[in-house]
Each structure stands twice: as C-alpha cells, then as structure tokens.
T-cell receptor, first 113, second 112 residues
C-alpha cells in the first residue's frame, strides 16, 4: 500500500521568511514524488517532481529515502505563494509501468505581509 | 492547463437525480482519472482508465460509474445523487514516463 502524510493542515509564515512544507510517504518500492499547488479557486498545477531535480518559483524538494520524506522548501516566502500544497506519490501496479497517484491531504500555506 | 476541460463547471441537483460530468483532453494522453476533493480530505481517486478498454475502481468508487468513450473523453456518472456526494470533482490525464498528472478546472457539484 502507498500512503502520503502531510502533518500540517495549516502553515502561516511572514513574507521573506523561510518555509518548509513537510511530506512523508510509505511505499515498499521506488516511488516517484510530486508537489502540486492549488491557488484559490484554480485547478491543481504540477509544481515539481523529484526526478527532474529542478527549482520552480524558488521551491525545491529533495527525496530522502532514508527518512521517507520529500519536504518542500523555499528560502524566502512571497505573498503570492499562499495556496494549498499537495504532496503526491506514484507507484507501480503489478510491477509494471502503470502508475496512479496517491495524494496527501494538503497543507494550506498563508504568507502574511 | 487548457488542454483538459470539464463540463459543467458548476451543477446543483437534487437527491436521487442522475448526473453526468464530462471530461475532454487534447493532450493525447492514454490515462485519465476522476478525483473528488473535499475540505480536509485532499483528493481521493474515484476511477481511473489507462486506455479505452481498461477501467479501474479507485478508493471511493461506490455510487459512481464511468465511461471512456474515446481516448480523449472520460465521463463520470452519479446514478442516484446523494448529498454527501457534494464536492469538487477533478479530471486528470497523464502519460508515461514520469506519471505527472494534468488537471482540469474542476466541477463543483452540489446535491440538495
């Protein structure tokens, strides 16, 4: 079974402060991890994926297999970062290449001026 | 992502009515998904389809059915709507490798 845990439902920081959104996962194989962002009243958008190791909008995330974590970080939060953030895990079905995503319950980030 | 569209965007209906939500995509992806989003519960998978002939139940399929009419179209039906099916419904598509999913704008369904 695959499971994603985002321990914080709400996270509030001030503009310019560092921010870290936590994500822990449970999966027996080699997972693929993603972060999605949902701005107010909009669709979910892919923010980043661990295999690309890129930085989007100043956010980064490192897969730590030892701690089974994929925390999302940004050194200086901006007000426009206020949104709902979802961590998601993709695993295989039957050992093949058929994947489906399991989402965490999300963390609502508020960046205050 | 304008490549994934959903109709209707909002719908209010009554208990017991049959409802169909439609999803279309122009991304050419084989895989399509239906999720519901509820406050505090995140996204939960209802059904998914890896191609036109492959349809699978997700974690909360009871009370729902789907139809994959073509590679580009995947419909979700509520045969007899009930109030606890009030939610925001999202369609998504994906294509290997990478398995990233691309979401539609959502349909807000209210069952009275």
């Amino acid at each position: 079974a695959q499971r994603v845990t985002q321990p914080e439902k709400l996270l509030s920081v001030f503009k310019g402060a560092p921010v870290e959104l936590k994500c822990n996962y449970s999966y027996s194989g080699s997972p693929e991890l993603f972060w999605y962002v949902q701005y107010s009243r909009q669709r979910l958008q892919l923010l980043l994926r661990h295999i690309s190791r890129e930085s989007i909008k100043g956010f980064t995330a490192d897969l730590n297999k030892g701690e089974t974590s994929f925390h999302l970080k940004k050194p200086f939060a901006q007000e426009e970062d206020s949104a709902m953030y979802y961590c998601a895990l993709s695993g295989s079905r039957g050992g093949g290449s058929n994947y489906k995503l399991t989402f965490g319950k999300g963390t609502l980030l508020t960046v205050n001026p | 992502d304008a490549d994934v569209t959903q109709t209707p965007r909002n719908r209010i209906t009554k208990t017991g009515k049959r409802i169909m939500l439609e999803c279309s995509q122009t991304k050419g992806h084989d895989r399509m998904y239906w999720y519901r989003q509820d406050p505090g519960l995140g996204l939960r998978l209802i059904y998914y389809s890896f191609d036109v002939k492959d349809i699978n139940k997700g974690e909360i399929s009871d009370g729902y059915s789907v139809s994959r009419q073509a590679q580009a179209k995947f419909s979700l039906s509520l045969e007899s709507a009930i109030p606890n099916q009030t939610a925001l419904y999202f369609c998504a598509t994906s294509d290997p490798p990478g398995a990233a999913q691309y979401f539609g704008p959502g349909t807000r369904l209210t069952v009275l």
